[in-house]
Protein backbone atom coordinates (compact mmCIF):
# COMPACT_ATOMS: atom_id res chain seq x y z
CA UNK A 1 0.00 0.00 0.00
CA UNK A 2 1.48 3.41 -0.66
CA UNK A 3 1.81 5.46 1.92
CA UNK A 4 2.00 9.59 1.62
CA UNK A 5 5.33 10.91 3.22
CA UNK A 6 5.94 14.31 4.83
CA UNK A 7 8.20 15.29 7.15
CA UNK A 8 7.14 14.99 10.91
CA UNK A 9 8.21 18.21 11.70
CA UNK A 10 10.28 21.47 10.69
CA UNK A 11 11.13 24.55 11.77
CA UNK A 12 12.80 28.03 10.18
CA UNK A 13 13.76 31.32 11.62
CA UNK A 14 11.07 34.15 11.40
CA UNK A 15 11.85 35.81 7.78
CA UNK A 16 13.34 32.63 6.90
CA UNK A 17 12.83 30.29 4.12
CA UNK A 18 11.34 26.73 4.74
CA UNK A 19 10.31 24.01 2.32
CA UNK A 20 8.16 21.19 3.17
CA UNK A 21 7.85 18.52 0.82
CA UNK A 22 4.94 15.53 -0.24
CA UNK A 23 6.29 12.18 -1.17
CA UNK A 24 5.35 9.06 -1.94
CA UNK A 25 6.79 5.56 -0.62
CA UNK A 26 6.66 3.92 -3.71
CA UNK A 27 6.91 6.15 -6.90
CA UNK A 28 7.18 9.75 -7.94
CA UNK A 29 4.09 12.56 -7.10
CA UNK A 30 3.25 14.28 -10.22
CA UNK A 31 1.34 17.49 -11.03
CA UNK A 32 -1.00 14.06 -12.21
CA UNK A 33 -1.53 13.40 -8.48
CA UNK A 34 -3.40 17.00 -8.49
CA UNK A 35 -1.31 17.69 -4.76
CA UNK A 36 -3.23 20.06 -2.64
CA UNK A 37 -1.45 21.62 0.46
CA UNK A 38 -3.52 22.45 4.02
CA UNK A 39 -2.83 24.53 6.50
CA UNK A 40 -3.82 23.65 10.33
CA UNK A 41 -3.67 25.61 13.83
CA UNK A 42 -5.07 23.39 17.17
CA UNK A 43 -8.68 23.25 17.45
CA UNK A 44 -9.60 24.79 13.91
CA UNK A 45 -10.52 23.67 11.07
CA UNK A 46 -8.41 23.26 7.97
CA UNK A 47 -7.82 25.69 5.28
CA UNK A 48 -6.76 25.02 2.01
CA UNK A 49 -3.44 26.76 0.63
CA UNK A 50 -2.51 25.49 -2.30
CA UNK A 51 -4.33 23.28 -4.88
CA UNK A 52 -3.90 21.57 -8.09
CA UNK A 53 -0.02 21.59 -7.67
CA UNK A 54 0.70 25.35 -7.74
CA UNK A 55 -2.70 27.21 -7.36
CA UNK A 56 -3.06 29.56 -4.18
CA UNK A 57 -6.21 30.04 -2.47
CA UNK A 58 -8.67 32.88 -2.75
CA UNK A 59 -6.99 35.19 0.38
CA UNK A 60 -3.95 33.30 0.72
CA UNK A 61 -0.39 35.13 0.83
CA UNK A 62 2.16 35.08 -1.81
CA UNK A 63 4.59 33.99 0.20
CA UNK A 64 3.11 30.35 -0.14
CA UNK A 65 4.08 28.82 -3.14
CA UNK A 66 3.70 25.00 -4.46
CA UNK A 67 5.25 23.17 -6.96
CA UNK A 68 7.08 19.72 -7.92
CA UNK A 69 10.90 19.48 -6.73
CA UNK A 70 12.27 16.19 -7.99
CA UNK A 71 9.79 13.33 -7.41
CA UNK A 72 7.79 14.86 -5.00
CA UNK A 73 5.62 18.08 -4.37
CA UNK A 74 6.49 20.84 -2.23
CA UNK A 75 5.12 24.33 -0.69
CA UNK A 76 7.75 26.70 0.17
CA UNK A 77 7.64 29.26 2.39
CA UNK A 78 9.32 32.73 1.77
CA UNK A 79 9.24 35.27 4.43
CA UNK A 80 8.23 32.65 7.06
CA UNK A 81 6.10 34.70 10.16
CA UNK A 82 4.99 33.99 13.58
CA UNK A 83 1.55 33.37 12.19
CA UNK A 84 2.37 30.53 10.09
CA UNK A 85 3.36 28.25 12.82
CA UNK A 86 1.06 25.50 12.10
CA UNK A 87 0.58 21.62 10.68
CA UNK A 88 0.55 21.43 7.38
CA UNK A 89 -0.67 18.65 4.79
CA UNK A 90 -0.57 17.42 1.69
CA UNK A 91 -3.18 15.07 -0.01
CA UNK A 92 -2.97 13.50 -3.40
CA UNK A 93 -5.38 12.39 -5.86
CA UNK A 94 -4.52 8.33 -6.36
CA UNK A 95 -7.07 7.89 -9.10
CA UNK A 96 -10.25 5.58 -9.01
CA UNK A 97 -11.84 8.00 -6.52
CA UNK A 98 -9.33 7.59 -3.48
CA UNK A 99 -7.39 10.45 -2.11
CA UNK A 100 -5.09 9.91 0.30
CA UNK A 101 -3.61 12.74 2.90
CA UNK A 102 0.14 12.79 4.27
CA UNK A 103 0.52 12.21 7.75
CA UNK A 104 1.62 16.01 8.42
CA UNK A 105 4.51 18.83 9.10
CA UNK A 106 4.34 20.53 12.35
CA UNK A 107 6.09 23.98 11.57
CA UNK A 108 7.91 25.77 14.04
CA UNK A 109 8.90 29.56 13.59
CA UNK A 110 11.48 30.35 16.40
CA UNK B 1 -19.39 33.44 1.06
CA UNK B 2 -18.97 29.78 1.34
CA UNK B 3 -20.09 28.03 4.28
CA UNK B 4 -20.12 24.63 5.27
CA UNK B 5 -21.93 23.58 8.51
CA UNK B 6 -21.80 20.06 10.19
CA UNK B 7 -23.89 18.38 12.59
CA UNK B 8 -25.22 15.04 14.05
CA UNK B 9 -21.92 13.96 16.67
CA UNK B 10 -22.03 12.74 19.73
CA UNK B 11 -21.28 9.90 21.82
CA UNK B 12 -22.44 6.56 20.60
CA UNK B 13 -21.73 2.81 21.59
CA UNK B 14 -19.66 0.66 19.81
CA UNK B 15 -22.20 -0.85 17.23
CA UNK B 16 -24.55 1.39 16.65
CA UNK B 17 -25.13 4.67 13.77
CA UNK B 18 -25.31 7.46 13.50
CA UNK B 19 -26.26 9.88 10.75
CA UNK B 20 -23.81 13.30 10.13
CA UNK B 21 -25.16 16.08 7.92
CA UNK B 22 -23.44 19.13 6.20
CA UNK B 23 -25.36 21.87 4.66
CA UNK B 24 -23.65 24.10 2.31
CA UNK B 25 -24.75 27.90 1.64
CA UNK B 26 -22.60 30.81 -0.44
CA UNK B 27 -22.41 28.29 -3.44
CA UNK B 28 -24.26 26.24 -6.20
CA UNK B 29 -24.07 23.17 -4.17
CA UNK B 30 -24.94 20.98 -7.30
CA UNK B 31 -21.93 21.78 -9.03
CA UNK B 32 -19.63 20.40 -6.66
CA UNK B 33 -18.37 17.04 -5.59
CA UNK B 34 -18.26 17.12 -1.56
CA UNK B 35 -16.17 14.89 0.35
CA UNK B 36 -15.65 13.64 4.42
CA UNK B 37 -11.99 13.79 6.06
CA UNK B 38 -12.19 13.24 9.53
CA UNK B 39 -9.33 13.67 12.26
CA UNK B 40 -8.87 11.14 15.42
CA UNK B 41 -7.64 12.78 18.56
CA UNK B 42 -4.29 14.40 18.04
CA UNK B 43 -4.25 12.67 14.80
CA UNK B 44 -3.62 13.44 11.19
CA UNK B 45 -6.51 14.00 8.37
CA UNK B 46 -8.10 11.12 6.65
CA UNK B 47 -10.01 11.32 3.59
CA UNK B 48 -12.59 9.07 4.11
CA UNK B 49 -15.58 9.70 1.44
CA UNK B 50 -16.53 11.73 -1.55
CA UNK B 51 -19.23 12.14 -3.87
CA UNK B 52 -19.61 13.19 -7.25
CA UNK B 53 -21.17 16.65 -8.21
CA UNK B 54 -24.41 14.53 -9.65
CA UNK B 55 -24.28 11.90 -6.97
CA UNK B 56 -23.58 9.33 -9.75
CA UNK B 57 -20.52 7.90 -7.88
CA UNK B 58 -19.40 7.79 -4.32
CA UNK B 59 -15.94 6.14 -3.21
CA UNK B 60 -14.26 5.44 0.24
CA UNK B 61 -11.76 5.05 2.46
CA UNK B 62 -10.80 1.34 3.08
CA UNK B 63 -11.25 1.86 6.36
CA UNK B 64 -14.94 2.53 6.58
CA UNK B 65 -16.18 1.08 3.21
CA UNK B 66 -19.40 -1.18 3.69
CA UNK B 67 -20.05 0.80 6.93
CA UNK B 68 -20.09 4.27 5.87
CA UNK B 69 -22.46 5.80 2.60
CA UNK B 70 -22.32 9.15 1.74
CA UNK B 71 -25.19 10.50 0.18
CA UNK B 72 -26.36 14.20 -0.63
CA UNK B 73 -29.87 15.94 -1.01
CA UNK B 74 -29.49 18.88 -3.44
CA UNK B 75 -33.16 20.32 -2.48
CA UNK B 76 -31.89 20.85 0.59
CA UNK B 77 -27.73 21.97 0.25
CA UNK B 78 -27.17 19.14 2.56
CA UNK B 79 -24.36 16.44 2.72
CA UNK B 80 -24.65 13.48 4.77
CA UNK B 81 -22.65 10.42 6.30
CA UNK B 82 -24.63 7.16 7.67
CA UNK B 83 -22.19 5.68 10.11
CA UNK B 84 -22.79 2.48 10.65
CA UNK B 85 -21.45 -0.07 13.34
CA UNK B 86 -19.15 2.06 14.48
CA UNK B 87 -16.14 1.20 16.27
CA UNK B 88 -13.84 2.81 18.61
CA UNK B 89 -11.13 3.83 15.75
CA UNK B 90 -14.02 5.87 14.39
CA UNK B 91 -13.62 8.54 16.87
CA UNK B 92 -12.52 11.82 15.08
CA UNK B 93 -13.74 15.04 14.26
CA UNK B 94 -15.52 15.12 11.24
CA UNK B 95 -15.49 17.20 8.75
CA UNK B 96 -16.65 18.30 4.75
CA UNK B 97 -14.90 19.89 2.42
CA UNK B 98 -15.95 20.97 -1.03
CA UNK B 99 -14.22 19.90 -4.00
CA UNK B 100 -13.88 22.07 -6.85
CA UNK B 101 -12.42 20.04 -9.48
CA UNK B 102 -9.17 19.58 -10.24
CA UNK B 103 -9.41 16.28 -7.45
CA UNK B 104 -8.65 19.06 -4.53
CA UNK B 105 -10.38 20.66 -1.83
CA UNK B 106 -11.09 24.38 -1.06
CA UNK B 107 -13.57 24.86 1.42
CA UNK B 108 -13.99 23.11 4.87
CA UNK B 109 -16.44 23.22 7.67
CA UNK B 110 -15.32 23.55 10.84
CA UNK B 111 -15.99 20.12 12.01
CA UNK B 112 -18.57 17.70 14.31
CA UNK B 113 -17.10 15.43 16.98
CA UNK B 114 -18.12 12.18 16.94
CA UNK B 115 -17.56 9.65 20.10
CA UNK B 116 -17.77 6.06 20.12
CA UNK B 117 -17.58 4.33 23.32
CA UNK B 118 -17.11 0.82 24.23
Known amino acids: QTVVTQEPSLSVSPGGTVTLTCGLT?????????PSWHQQTPGQAPRTLIK???TRSSGVPDRFSGSILGNKAALTITGAQKDDESDYYCVLYMGSGIWVFGGGTKLTVL | QVQLVESGGGVVQSGRSLRLSCVASGFTFNSYGMHWVRQAPGKGLEWVAV????????YYADSVKGRFTISRDDSKNTLHLQMNSLRAEDTAVYYCAREPGKWTFDSWGQGTLVTVSS
Open chain 1, 52 to 54: DTN
Open chain 1, 26 to 34: SGSVSSSDY
Open chain 2, 51 to 58: IWYDGSKQ
